[in-house]
């Protein structure tokens, strides 16, 4: 569910490793999963998605997890680079034809050299 | 290629005078049209959303307004502004039931 008020998590990596980001989300009829990236003073950008048929989908260097018997969802980032540091935020639609987005409380993904 | 477009991109405004914050898309035709408010360091509140011209749905009560004149507007406003409605503020747009795509954002600070 939404966590607006909440200090955002973080998590440090050295350049070059993996980074995995989780999201934990607590509507099992949701069927449609968003990582976002929002880098400090701009808009989100999308990532990459993946629907409840699906248990896995790979972009470019990042890879998404969905586990929908614990209802978790994760980020995997492969060698990731200085410009991979940003907020990360997933969402979810609530329910089938819902036409909004419930944004989790995102992670601070810190790269250091 | 579709664009959504934001101004002003920061403000600064006194308590209790009025906002007017625009936000435009091109290159598509009847987008769901969506307004968040971010404080720093938080996440993304949905404040408003818009299947259709004249169509808004509120989520939170508030100090703030919206209005969809035309298709491919979205207009957030208020009558008179809060320390509390300090932000950064997010206009997004999607299609029927697929990724939304976000502005460059406003950056609004009330003194």
């Known amino acids: 569910g939404e966590s607006v008020g909440l200090h955002l998590p973080t998590l440090s990596v050295q350049e070059g490793d993996n980074s995995i980001i989780n999201c934990a989300y607590s509507?099992?009829?949701?069927?449609?999963f968003i990582w976002y990236k929002q880098e400090s003073g701009k808009g989100p950008q999308f990532i990459i998605d993946?629907?409840?048929?699906?248990d896995k989908r790979q972009g470019q260097r990042v890879t998404v997890l969905l586990n929908k018997t614990v209802k978790h969802l994760s980020l995997q980032i492969a060698a990731t680079q200085p410009g991979d540091s940003a907020v990360y935020f997933c969402?979810?639609?609530?329910?089938?034809?819902?036409?909004?987005?419930?944004f989790g409380q995102g992670t601070r993904l810190t790269i250091n050299p | 290629s579709q664009t959504i477009h934001q101004w002003p991109a920061t403000l600064v405004q006194p308590v209790g005078s009025p906002l007017s914050l625009e936000c435009t898309v091109e290159?598509?035709?009847?987008?769901?049209l969506y307004w968040y408010r971010q404080a720093a360091g938080r996440g993304l509140q949905l404040l408003f959303y818009?299947?259709?011209?004249?169509?808004i749905s509120s989520e939170v009560p508030q100090n703030l307004s919206a209005s969809r004149p035309q298709d491919r507007q979205f207009i957030l406003s208020s009558k008179k502004l809060l320390l509390s409605d300090s932000g950064f503020y997010l206009c997004?747009?999607?299609?029927?039931?697929?990724?939304?795509?976000f502005g460059p954002g406003t950056r609004l600070t009330v003194l």
């Open positions: 997004a747009w999607s299609r029927l039931y697929n990724e939304q795509f």
């Open positions: 509507n099992s009829a949701s069927d449609y």
């Open positions: 993946i629907r409840s048929n699906m």
């Open positions: 969402a979810e639609t609530p329910n089938q034809g819902a036409q909004k987005l419930v």
């Open positions: 290159g598509t035709s009847n987008p769901n």
């Open positions: 818009s299947v259709g011209i004249g169509q």
